[in-house]
């Protein structure tokens, strides 16, 4: 769920949006309130977004495909799908990781943002399972996915966390 149902789309998000192929198929992974997926839409591409409880989202957004599925404990919801980019932000869930590198079309992105080690300082999440290890999202897409972005910082917006991101591409 989107600790920040609220909030503007990520920063990180907006910044990486133009690098995604026009009119492109786009999945936004444990989507929450939408804030990307909605983001996405009005950008012109075709956005699938996925949660296991989709009430967080609201209404529903012209060019967005709700779908409600628990990713965690279910089969993929989108086998042999592949899409011009996932979109993630604060969701971890590891077992996931080498089936959303997988997801990505030739020339597609990966853009990917979520709580560090070190955000327990912060408040939550503060679990070691629910923040990723110095460098854990390079790891994921080594050898897999060419790093365009990647940070591992903290963060002040929309409130102070620490955080690690990457924008990675499939040539």
């Known amino acids: 769920m989107d600790p920040h149902p609220e909030s503007a789309p990520s920063a990180w998000v907006e910044r990486?949006?133009?690098?995604?192929?026009?009119?492109?198929?786009?999945l936004d992974v444990a989507t929450g309130s939408?804030?990307?997926?909605?983001?996405?839409?009005?950008l012109g591409f075709e956005v699938d977004a996925v949660d296991r409880d989709l009430r967080l989202f609201g209404k529903p957004a012209t060019g967005v495909a709700l779908r409600e599925?628990?990713?965690?404990a279910g089969p993929w919801p989108y086998a042999g799908r592949r899409f011009d980019a996932i979109v993630v932000t604060n969701y971890l869930h590891r077992p996931l990781l080498p089936v959303l590198v997988g997801s990505i079309a030739d020339g597609g992105l990966l853009v990917y943002e979520t709580f560090a080690r070190g955000n327990e300082r912060f408040g939550k999440p503060s679990n070691p399972a629910f923040l990723l290890a110095p460098g854990e999202l390079l790891e994921a897409v080594r050898g897999r996915l060419r790093v365009l972005g990647y940070e591992d910082l903290v963060v002040e917006r929309p409130r102070p966390a620490a955080v690690q991101r990457i924008a990675a591409r499939l040539e």
């Open 69 to 72: 599925a628990d990713i965690e």
């Open 34 to 42: 939408g804030r990307h997926a909605r983001l996405l839409a009005r």
């Open 16 to 26: 990486w949006a133009s690098w995604i192929r026009p009119g492109g198929a786009v």
